[in-house]
């Protein structure tokens, strides 16, 4: 359910690409301080959060230049800040989260295995940061008993990720909640709904639960209709939360993100160009 908030490259300044891969390098580095296995867990959504994270703060960043393990010939720069450790166990607590789930539902063979790998950070960012993973299982139990249940609306389906993520959003800081946490909630919805269309006609052939699937059964051009609206609805209503934002740097590749990123892989997932790649290099 994660790797969906990403950059427009062909719309992005070749500066500002770097900028990019700096702070994804960045918060590869933060989780690699958890254990060198959880960097596998590092998804895109979670560079956008450090990314914002970092843009709220006037301090600079630091920045060094090392080489990286998929890169070992050369050398890469790094960007850290002080969000980069707090975004590194959201990460790899969602990313665990994501990995349980998959076990479940049984769509990944490797999921066992992965879940083995990453225990050691799991166990790290849950004794690190106990709060993030309380959000993390309340919520997520929450959205559990609303598909054991078969919910049909749409609204209370989305609302326990709506929810975490809103959470996620406004926990790092004592101040600016009230704008993250409506960001970090249509974030949330976005996301939720936008796994849920991809997945569909996969969770119709294995009976799994889908809230397009309950609510419109077979009438695919109803449930298309309703996709779009509450897609674009939330990308809107998160653009107007991320305007009111006082970002002290990175505007330009948030920017980018915001009106160009997030609306076209909104039209992707409609059109059905589903992108497998949700955790990988950029």
Same mark, same amino acid.
């Given at each position: 359910?994660?790797?969906?908030?990403?950059?427009?490259?062909?719309?992005?300044?070749?500066?500002?690409?770097?900028?990019?891969?700096?702070?994804?390098?960045?918060?590869?580095?933060?989780?690699?301080?958890?254990?060198?296995?959880?960097?596998? #867990? /590092?998804?895109?959504?979670?560079?956008? *959060?450090?990314?914002?994270?970092? &843009?709220?703060?006037?301090?600079?960043?630091?920045?060094?230049?090392?080489?990286?393990?998929?890169?070992?010939?050369?050398?890469?720069?790094?960007?850290?800040?002080?969000?980069?450790?707090?975004?590194?166990?959201?990460?790899?607590? #969602?990313?665990?989260? +994501?990995?349980?789930?998959?076990?479940?539902?049984?769509?990944? =063979?490797?999921?066992?295995?992965?879940?083995?790998?990453?225990?050691?950070?799991?166990?790290?960012?849950?004794?690190?940061?106990?709060?993030?993973?309380?959000?993390?299982?309340?919520?997520?139990?929450?959205?559990?008993? =609303?598909?054991?249940?078969?919910?049909?609306?749409?609204?209370?389906?989305?609302?326990?990720?709506?929810? #975490?993520?809103?959470?996620?959003?406004?926990?790092?800081?004592?101040?600016?909640?009230?704008?993250?946490?409506?960001?970090?909630?249509?974030?949330?919805?976005?996301?939720? /709904?936008? +796994?849920?269309?991809?997945?569909?006609?996969? +969770?119709?052939?294995?009976?799994?639960?889908?809230?397009?699937?309950?609510?419109?059964?077979?009438?695919?051009?109803?449930?298309?209709?309703?996709?779009?609206?509450?897609?674009?609805?939330?990308?809107? &209503? &998160?653009?107007?939360?991320?305007? *009111? *934002?006082?970002?002290?740097?990175?505007?330009?590749? *948030?920017?980018?993100?915001?009106?160009?990123?997030?609306?076209?892989?909104?039209?992707?997932?409609?059109?059905?160009?589903?992108?497998?790649?949700?955790?990988?290099?950029?």
């Amino acid at each position: 359910m994660f790797g969906y908030i990403l950059i427009d490259k062909p719309e992005m300044r070749i500066k500002d690409y770097h900028i990019y891969r700096s702070y994804y390098c960045g918060l590869c580095r933060a989780i690699a301080s958890y254990g060198q296995c959880a960097r596998w #867990l /590092l998804n895109y959504d979670c560079v956008f *959060l450090y990314l914002l994270l970092s &843009a709220l703060q006037h301090k600079p960043v630091r920045t060094e230049r090392k080489k990286c393990m998929l890169h070992p010939t050369r050398k890469e720069n790094i960007i850290f800040d002080d969000p980069a450790d707090y975004t590194a166990a959201v990460n790899i607590l #969602l990313g665990v989260a +994501d990995l349980q789930d998959k076990k479940k539902d049984k769509q990944i =063979l490797i999921s066992g295995t992965a879940l083995m790998m990453m225990k050691s950070a799991n166990i790290k960012a849950k004794e690190k940061y106990p709060f993030l993973d309380g959000v993390i299982q309340k919520n997520l139990e929450e959205l559990a008993k =609303l598909e054991e249940a078969r919910e049909k609306d749409i609204d209370r389906a989305a609302d326990p990720f709506a929810q #975490l993520l809103a959470e996620i959003f406004t926990s790092y800081f004592v101040d600016k909640k009230e704008v993250l946490h409506e960001l970090g909630y249509q974030l949330g919805r976005w996301i939720y /709904l936008a +796994d849920a269309w991809e997945d569909r006609i996969e +969770d119709r052939q294995k009976k799994r639960y889908n809230i397009f699937i309950e609510k419109f059964d077979q009438t695919e051009n109803e449930a298309k209709e309703s996709a779009e609206f509450n897609l674009k609805s939330a990308v809107n &209503a &998160a653009i107007l939360a991320y305007d *009111l *934002l006082e970002l002290q740097k990175n505007r330009e590749i *948030l920017d980018n993100i915001m009106y160009h990123g997030m609306i076209k892989k909104t039209e992707a997932i409609l059109q059905g160009e589903k992108e497998n790649k949700r955790y990988g290099s950029v």
